[in-house]
């Protein structure tokens, strides 16, 4: 598949498809087509398509065409393009071209468009090698050179930028026979000139009289500009007034609302202290006839504290019970594991003999320790034992057993006391390995160390 396009927007291209023989479509159509034969491109192809199409392998040869400079600028410039920008947009798509066939030189070929429309023969024979066909009978116009024509040519001539790109584009194109070299008949120009001298002339008076006019108006505009700015300083002034006025009304706002709330706060806080009285006023009478009854009930009164006396008596002497039970509990296992040991009955006689003459006393296991855990509020034997029944089942001594086993196994000794917190608070006590509480108990009250609850 061969295709024909051209990458340069100009007129002269829809005089040269005249002469092509092939089939016609648009750029954006050419990827449904899937034949063998010739495709020439209606609309004005950018570089970027045709580097995308080339990497289709149906796609033999690309032919390109492309405007010269000077005839480009001229129609652009008639057609109200700025000059600047028209040779910017030429050259930069030309670049990109000529950047893509040197990488593709066997598949991209150059043609330019006037050289081709002034020797179709040549280009016929060109094309036919591609297996394109042109028409040898059809006839151009020559392109129309005018004074714009003659402004693009000496841009041209005096832009070397210019004047080398189109020598490099000559040499990068087909050579057609024609040289690039342009030709232009001077004295038509000046015929021309000489024939619209009166138009000229009346165009200058009247741009003499667009420029006065254009004065009086910038005088104008200049005048109506200071009373605009004059205006304008009057406006900011104001909105900045109203910007003050709205941030002066916005505290007030803000603080007005704080008195609302401060009013709403004292008036709660006035009934809390009318309640609070109403209630202190009842408490006191309360009081009162409390501190009356006790007078007319001071018999009774002393009765309740022998009782009380009596209950905390009665305390301590279950204490002390506990504690006397907790060394009977220990002096009966030593006497059962002697009494079932071997030594016991061989010794047998020795103890007899050694009875008579030196008198034992019996020493508990760290006795010391589960007295004071005994002794003191922070353990509730009746508690621990209701709260751990596998304890009652194994007849331990409470205390004893929290000392050994129950601190270890994250047990509590009462509601007042929590031993995991002990020693989380005071990483010390782990360290030292000592149950919490008899840590509290012997050292931790005196150091003012605080009771962790459950």
Known sequence: MNIVLNVTETERWSVLTQCIEGE???????????????????????????????SSENIETVIVFYQQAEYYLAEKIRNGVELIYASEEWMGSLCQLTLLQKKNRTRIKLYNIEQALGEIPVLKNSLNSFGISVLNEHESEVSERDIYFLCACQFVLQTDEFKNFNRFMQAVSYPFKASSRIKIDVEKLIRFLEKNKGLIRGMEQENRLISKQIVRSHKCIEERIFMLRDENRKYKKLLLDNDKLKDLYDSLKEKSEGMVRERIDLLSKLKTVESENSLLIKQLQNVQNEIEAIFFNKDNNNSVHQKVGNEYSKIDFKKSFLIKEYKLSLLEEEVQALKKSYIWKVTKPL???????????????????????LLSDLFDSEWY????????????????????????????????????????????????????????????????????KK
């Open 351 to 373: 103890r007899l003999l050694r009875k008579i003459i030196f008198s034992k006393k019996t020493k508990f296991r760290d006795s010391e320790s589960v007295e004071a855990i």
């Open 24 to 54: 016609f479509c648009l750029a954006e159509e050419i990827e449904s087509e899937k034949g063998n034969g010739t495709y020439v491109l209606n609309d004005v192809c950018q570089v970027s398509f045709i580097e995308e199409i080339l």
């Open 385 to 452: 034992l209701a709260q751990y029944p596998d304890v009652a089942d194994s007849k331990i001594n409470p205390a004893e057993h929290y000392l050994r086993f129950g601190a270890v196994e994250h047990r509590l000794p009462s509601q007042l006391f929590d031993g995991d917190r002990y020693i989380e608070k005071y990483p010390d006590v782990a360290g030292s390995g000592m149950n919490p509480l008899l840590h509290y108990i012997k050292f931790g009250e005196n150091e003012g160390r605080s009771i962790p």
